[in-house]
């Protein structure tokens, strides 16, 4: 046991016997070979360490019982969702509290008038979504990871996605939230309505600061009706760099396309290895755009993303005209993540840099790869910036990991160095915490520590986390 749990409070109970003696057996996990599968995210080399106890509540008072019991001990709560995260946001810390929302899974309310939903912080995204549909309506945040993570693992990062460079991250869905404070108290933040300034807007402080401000115990989403049905247009392109050019010249053309993601020939190989998908491409790089632009003016849109893909030296383009083939790339995409884990520890980077840089970036990455000798394959949601590079490395072997760390933290330096920023989605958690204190002036990092310390007073939530 870490040291916080030896320590007593009021009639000398240990923070175990105090969760023991409020939480139902069946809520509390000491057992560390169950504790293991809890105790970090997907982040690869970002450290984690074994917990007192892991709870999974089923309510919000179970939740408050349990941050009241802490900040009497003085004890670390770590939140998590499904641990699909990049950054290592929801790794254990010795001596604290994981806080699992695997129970808390309901979606309490869909409201057809209001376009709203009330859910609980382990509803998984996609299962939201399909819920929505049957009402005609529609959650729009969708990470690749949205098979498999949650809303509050969402809320928590300010997740983005394949369809944001159109219509927005998850901070542009939240209205409201609870939230148990690092003060012990469950509270309501933002509202239900359309419109609503009174007071600071707390809940959207909430969104994305990765657990180290509260817990969140139900979110309150917006939701947009079902839209139409999207064209999807795909381009091969012999370099990644014109690939880059493609999304700059869609960018310069004045569309918004519903999707623009760029993914390479070795991660849909990877994909294809895993899955047997039948994937196949003459080409170094894949970008698949997508309008839902309805009518005859999204039919102009598609030609008109068609004639930047060409014009900007697309080896094949056209706009599919089938819808399985079409899925199956998409469905590639969000697969690629996984599909690469089977070759080796991948390290994700998560930069966004603005959208005439992406060409640049893209050949700065190619150029680090070649410097730190490290296999760096690429997806991205391009359309807006978000550029992912995975770097690859053997198992077990230290020096790639060391040449593969060294090439992370110089893509994060070309990043900031052509105006973008060292996270678009997967946040900061462990990994990026160099890079932020890069970004930001000491000024804003002070403002940042006022908050933190006016919220979280204590200092229990999500320590040694963000900044």
């Known amino acids: ?17 105090a969760l023991g003696s409020q939480i139902d057996a069946d809520r509390l996990i000491t057992d560390p070979d169950i504790m293991a599968s809890y105790i970090h995210d997907d982040a690869e080399w970002a450290p984690y360490e074994m917990p007192v106890a892991v709870v999974r509540p089923r309510t919000a008072e179970q939740v ?47 409201n057809t008038l209001e376009r709203l939903a009330v859910v609980e912080p382990g509803v998984v995204n996609d299962h939201l979504r399909d819920a929505c549909a049957e009402h005609g309506l529609w959650y729009p945040p969708d990470p690749a990871s ?20 159109k219509y927005g991250v998850t901070k542009d869905y939240v209205l409201g939230m609870q939230v148990v404070t690092g003060t012990g108290e469950l509270v309501r933040l933002g509202r239900r309505t359309a419109k609503g300034v009174a007071g600071f807007d707390l809940s959207a402080l909430m969104v994305g600061s990765e657990g180290t401000l509260g817990v969140i115990t139900e979110v309150t989403v917006k939701l947009r009706p079902q839209r139409d049905p999207e064209r999807t247009i795909v381009g091969y392109f012999d370099s990644i760099v014109a690939a880059g050019k493609a999304v700059e010249a869609v960018a310069a053309d004045g569309l918004t396309p519903s999707a623009l ?16 998908m039948g994937l196949s491409a003459d080409a170094e790089v894949v970008l698949l755009g997508r309008i839902d632009t309805p009518g005859e003016i999204g039919d ?39 599909a690469l884990e089977r070759l080796g520890p991948v390290l994700t980077e998560d930069i966004c840099v603005p959208k005439a840089a992406v060409p640049e970036m893209l050949a700065r990455i190619e150029a680090i790869s070649a410097r730190h000798d490290t296999h760096i394959a690429n997806i991205a949601h391009a359309g807006d910036g978000n550029l992912h590079p995975l770097l690859i490395t053997p198992h077990d072997d230290e020096a790639a990991r060391r040449r593969a760390q060294a090439a992370f933290s110089e893509i994060i330096d070309n990043a900031l160095e052509l105006g973008g920023t060292v996270t678009g989605e997967h946040g ?40």
Request: contains cysteine; glycine residues 12%; aromatic residues 6%.
């Open 428 to 467: 900061v958690g462990l990994l990026k915490m160099g890079g932020l204190a890069q970004e930001l002036s000491p000024a804003v990092v002070a403002m940042h520590h006022a908050i933190k310390g006016a919220l979280d007073p204590h200092g229990i939530m999500n320590p040694g986390k963000v900044i």
């Open 1 to 17: 046991m870490g040291w916080c749990s030896r320590r007593h409070y009021r009639g000398g109970m240990t923070l175990l016997e």
């Open 300 to 338: 102009a849109e598609a030609e008109r993303m068609l004639a930047c893909f060409n014009r900007s030296g697309a080896t094949w383009s056209a706009r599919s005209t089938d819808q399985e083939e079409a899925d199956a790339l998409f469905s590639a995409r969000r697969l690629a993540y996984p």
């Open 261 to 276: 993601e760029l993914i390479d020939r070795q991660c849909l190989l990877a994909v294809d290895a895993w899955k047997n």
């Open 64 to 110: 408050q019982t349990v941050v009241q019991a802490c900040i009497a001990h003085g004890a670390p709560v770590v939140t998590r969702g499904a641990g699909t995260g990049l950054s290592g946001g929801a790794n254990a810390v010795a001596g604290g509290v994981v806080i699992a929302f695997d129970a808390m899974n309901a979606i309490k309310e869909i």
């Open 146 to 165: 949205a098979p498999w993570s949650t809303i509050g693992g969402n809320v928590a990062t300010n997740a983005g996605g394949l369809c944001c460079v």
